[in-house]
T-cell receptor, first 114, second 112 residues
């Protein structure tokens, strides 16, 4: 049972354009959402997060949008740069079965083309 | 540099062998977790700890043991390695449950 889903395994975007990565979740107990970025042979690095009491959080070129009613979040990168090419993981945190859990999606490989 | 240190970076085991993956953090974080990453599966939680002496099972705990005797260290033990445990393992730590986790660089394990 995949509680956090990233339905696009890969995404290719032209440099300078907007990259939009999507994530859906099923468990309404999740109350905090995070995006991680991962380069090959490295561990994931924290990128941006959003609490369930907000619908938008912005940090420089990165903006995360949360639609609680649709159980959907997205990460916007504007403008996209070649260094943004990486695998992006969406994660959701909440009290699941009595314990705080952090659940990850499958990841989306973003490629920025020059 | 402060952060999460995992050793070894690479390991090949024969089926049935045991080993311990080491994880240490120097940020005084209470929360520590072990994840495995497999193609198309994302990161799946194996075991986690909310403080020294406290551990609990995650999504895929079978075949793995953990202990947390100190705040700094959170080793993962494979009792009898199986080919299904071939994966990349990541250790992560956080100061609390809602803060972004800091990940180690991973251990690539192959079981033959």
């Amino acid at each position: 049972d995949q509680q956090v889903k990233q339905n696009s395994p890969s995404l290719s975007v032209q440099e300078g354009r907007i990259s939009i990565l999507n994530c859906d979740y099923t468990n309404s107990m999740f109350d905090y959402f995070l995006w991680y970025k991962k380069y090959p042979a490295e561990g994931p690095t924290f990128l941006i997060s959003i609490s369930s009491i907000k619908d938008k959080n912005e940090d420089g070129r990165f903006t995360v949008f949360l639609n609680k009613s649709a159980k959907h979040l997205s990460l916007h990168i504007v403008p996209s740069q070649p260094g943004d090419s990486a695998v992006y993981f969406c994660a959701a945190s909440g009290i699941i079965q009595g314990a705080q859990k952090l659940v990850f999606g499958q990841g989306t490989r973003l490629t920025i083309n020059p | 540099n402060a952060g999460v240190t995992q050793t070894p970076k690479f390991q090949v085991l024969k089926t049935g062998q045991s080993m311990t993956l080491q994880c240490a953090q120097d940020m005084n974080h209470e929360y520590m977790s072990w994840y495995r990453q497999d193609p198309g599966m994302g990161l799946r939680l194996i075991h986690y700890s909310v403080g020294a002496g406290i551990t609990d099972q995650g999504e895929v705990p079978n075949g793995y043991n953990v202990s947390r005797s100190t705040t700094e260290d959170f080793p993962l033990r494979l009792l009898s390695a199986a080919p299904s445990q071939t994966s990349v393992y990541f250790c992560a730590s956080s100061r609390d449950s809602d803060y972004g986790y800091t990940f180690g660089s991973g251990t690539r394990l192959t079981v033959v």
